[in-house]
């Protein structure tokens, strides 16, 4: 069945890093990949998206490429900030698999000042 | 915009006793989702509705788990006799129907601890 692999956390950055949090899944069909996140005490929400190959999404400095070839769709930040820390799940949804969203376990991030 | 709102935020309860999570969706949103987010994982999809109907409860504990959506809004679930494994984390989630937008709305959860 469909599944979504993330890199394992926590992980821990000074301000201003660079940010990759890798991301590769499994799927039958042609699934839309998204990136949502959890900050401290909130639910929940979508952060980015890509619905088909070599699409770019990007949301408040992230970035992430749906590559089919190598079944991957990792985030990028090029300089992250404190209000970055929280937790970051990737996700997909295969209209095969009734439109259900499955996610990844998800990986936290934490930036040092 | 009220967003997906949820109650109780916390319950506490022992095994075998049972316990019930309200989730209110955000208005106009004909698609209804319960998943479970146990500590350290990712969430779990636990049943999906599309106005009344059930879309999707293959991985719903059936002997244990029910789910409710009267009237297509509100949604009800309910675990009786709970589990310790059942500790965690009940997130209700909201979507328009056009799901290719991808995009869920979710609410702030209710966290679940079974003694």
């Known amino acids: 069945g469909d599944s979504v692999t993330q890199m394992e956390g926590p992980v821990t950055l000074s301000e201003e890093a660079f940010l990759t949090i890798n991301c590769t899944y499994t799927a039958t069909g042609y699934p839309s990949l998204f990136w949502y996140v959890q900050y401290p005490g909130e639910g929940l929400q979508l952060l980015l998206k890509a619905t088909k190959a070599d699409d770019k999404g990007s949301n408040k400095g992230f970035e992430a490429t749906y590559r089919k070839e190598t079944t991957s769709f990792h985030l990028e930040k090029g300089s992250v900030q404190v209000s970055d820390s929280a937790v970051y799940f990737c996700?997909?949804?295969?209209?095969?698999?009734?439109?259900?969203?499955?996610f990844g376990s998800g990986t936290r991030l934490s930036i040092r000042p | 915009e009220a967003g997906v709102a949820q109650s109780p935020r916390y319950k506490i309860i022992e095994k075998r006793q049972s316990v019930a999570f309200w989730c209110n969706p955000i208005?106009?949103?004909?698609?209804l989702y319960w998943y479970q987010q146990i500590l350290g994982q990712g969430p779990k999809l636990l049943i999906q509705f599309q106005n009344n109907g059930v879309v999707d409860d293959s991985q719903l504990p059936k002997d244990r788990f029910s789910a409710e959506r009267l009237k297509g809004v509100d949604s009800t679930l309910k675990i009786q006799p709970a589990k310790l494994e059942d500790s965690a984390v009940y997130l209700c989630a909201s979507s328009l129907v056009d799901f290719d937008t991808g995009e869920l709305f979710f609410g702030e959860g209710s966290r679940l601890t079974v003694l």
């Open positions: 996700a997909l949804s295969d209209l095969s698999s009734a439109s259900k969203i499955i």
């Open positions: 208005s106009g949103h004909a698609t």
